[in-house]
């Protein structure tokens, strides 16, 4: 009881003195971290900590409070994934990714004419996936926490019904959306004061969130997928053409599953399997660029760009072939992440040539055939997460499901609806990823732990669709390969390369002048500054015991850490 009040104090103060939320993006610490895109969700985290909560206590409490404070992202409606290494060196993931409903079919975004209708996959009821994150949290909290449910959705109670202070990212984030949100008066009214948009300053309460969270608080997962919460969602499904019903959502079971492991220049890499693209595929990178010293050719040089393209258009080609939910689809993740592997994948690298895309098909074995957010916790017992958690667009789709008070997700947007056909990030996809009832859309999200001996060496993960698993690869190789701190590992300058299409978007300074010269020479195409930054990594890096934490600064963000 005391412990409630403790924290209702704690979440209180920081909701009345904003200022007091200042975080630094960088912080040390030495018994706990927390970093993610919201001061007050690492504030959240940091308390559990504080109080004596493992990270998986602090995950579940960041976790919900995103989905009060962070609602582009956080979410109650949508799904994620959490790599979870304990104290003593067991490494686990949990896949909360949202499942196809069970009416839906391969061609469900096809129309008449067999063409691919985006409004359809991104901007309506159809383009929801039953949501994993709710039985995900609770999942976790249950096999591997220490707090009561009551405790860790406490402080989003809180925020929900106290309210919480707008600071300029979020009210300018409502502001850009509000005609989006005018399509459906929940989301209005959620969105905005009386159909006017909020100013930063403006205390923003959202009371019918509130009641949903004291219902998940009360019953556990049935206070969501059962009872009025999940009557409210198949009613508005009804309404609106949309699929999940009481059978979905009552089905829905998040899954744990064998890490991805990899290893480089004597790290173990720890990441998310399939229906994650993400693990697989930053172990596999991995595996072609280690025989080469990037150490040496420099950050932002020709030759390490060259090599990192080249590692990233053969990736993303394997990406579009062969991962899939591996509960509906063969996925060859062993043959993807071998050395061996990467070695006669990279067999057609020519150091001084661009290959051309269009070249690249998918390998085999040549004797056979604006959304997402990441955070990152370490406890004081050395308990680590990385958790991404999405409703895929910035507010997915951006309906609030009425009376319920929560955004829905466009996840279904991830499948491969049409083959050969791009999905919102650009991406292709075939067999692998064609849309059948109860199936895991394939993600990019790469939440992943880094090791050295048995103490943890980094945390990291990020949004960006497709540009996720190269972000988080430049996040390892700047640690690993350049030495640099966690700083200047995330903040470091980015591109991206992702098979398909053949261009290279960029950061300004993330290639040198002189680079881009040769790049072109090489035969590089498109080489463009990026109109968006490049990922969100929110990370944090273990040295001598010591932690690190940062927020990246590409976006607000904040770290807590003790
Ligand atoms: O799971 C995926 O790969 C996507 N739904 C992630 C979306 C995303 O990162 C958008 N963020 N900027």
């Not at 391969?106 to 691919?116: C, I, P, Q, V, W």
């Not at 926490?145 to 402080?155: D, Y």
């Not at 009360?218 to 999940?244: C, H, S, W």
């Amino acid at each position: 009881m005391k412990q409630a009040i403790f924290q209702k104090l704690v979440v209180l103060m920081t909701l009345l003195f904003p200022a007091s939320l200042v975080l630094a993006e960088f912080q040390r610490g030495e018994h706990g971290m927390v970093s993610s895109r919201s001061d007050i969700a690492s504030e959240v985290g940091k308390n559990i900590l504080e109080q004596g909560g493992n990270a998986v206590d602090a995950a579940v409490a960041v976790g919900f409070a995103l989905a009060v404070a962070y609602p582009a992202a956080g979410n109650i409606g949508g799904g994620g994934f959490m790599v979870l290494r304990t104290a003593n060196g067991e490494v686990y993931t949990q896949d909360a990714r949202e499942k196809a409903p069970l009416s839906s079919n391969r061609d469900m975004f096809l129309d008449t004419n067999g063409e691919f209708d985006r409004q359809l996959s991104r901007n309506s009821l159809l383009a929801s996936g039953v949501p994993g994150s709710v039985a995900g949290l609770l999942d976790a909290l249950e096999r591997f926490g220490t707090m009561s449910r009551e405790q860790v959705i406490a402080p989003a109670i809180l925020l929900a019904e106290e309210g919480v202070v707008l600071n300029e990212d979020l009210a300018n984030q409502f502001q850009r959306n509000i005609s989006a949100f005018e399509q459906y008066p929940a989301s209005i009214e959620k969105f905005s004061n009386n159909g006017i948009a909020y100013k930063a300053g403006d205390l923003w309460q959202q009371l019918a969130l509130a009641e949903t969270l004291k219902l998940i608080s009360a019953n556990g997962r049935d206070g969501f997928y059962k009872g009025p919460v999940a009557d409210m969602l198949v009613a508005t499904m009804q309404a609106n053409e949309g699929l999940i019903t009481h059978e979905d959502l009552e089905n829905y079971e998040p899954v744990w599953r064998e890490p991805i492991h990899g290893t480089y220049r004597g790290y173990d890499i720890w990441s998310m399997p399939a229906p994650s693209s993400g693990g697989v595929m930053l172990v596999q990178m991995l595996n072609m660029l280690e025989p080469y010293n990037l150490e040496e050719y420099g950050l932002g040089s020709a030759e390490t760009v060259h090599l990192m393209v080249e590692a990233e258009r053969r990736a993303y080609a394997d990406r579009a072939e062969h991962l899939g939910d591996p509960d509906f689809y063969d996925v060859p993740s062993t043959m993807l992440t071998s050395k061996q592997y990467a070695q006669l994948r990279f067999t057609n690298f020519d150091p001084a040539l661009a290959s051309l895309s269009d070249d690249i098909g998918a390998g085999s074995w040549p004797q056979e055939s604006t959304q997402t957010t990441h955070y990152s916790i370490i406890d004081a017992e050395g308990n680590t997460v990385a958790v991404t958690t999405t409703l895929n667009a910035s507010y997915g789709n951006k309906f609030v499901v009425p009376g319920a008070g929560f955004l829905l997700n466009n996840e279904m947007d991830d499948f491969s609806s049409k083959p050969n056909t791009a999905n919102g990030f650009g991406l292709l996809g075939g067999v692998a990823n064609k849309i059948q009832p109860s199936k895991r859309m394939l993600s990019s999200m790469s939440p992943t732990i880094i090791t050295q001996g048995d103490a943890v060496f980094l945390v990291t993960g990020s949004p960006g669709g497709s540009t996720i698993i190269t972000t988080v690869l430049q996040v390892v190789v700047n640690a690993i390969d350049h030495n640099l701190n966690i700083e200047n590992a995330v903040s470091s300058p980015r591109f991206h390369h992702q098979w398909q299409p053949n261009i290279i978007r960029y950061e300004t300074d993330a290639i040198t002048d002189q680079a881009l010269i040769r790049l072109r020479a090489m035969g590089h195409q498109g080489l463009s500054i990026s109109r968006f930054s490049l990922g969100d990594a929110n990370s944090i890096m273990m040295i001598n015991g010591r932690l690190e934490g940062v927020s990246d600064p590409r976006n607000v963000g904040g770290t807590a850490g003790f």
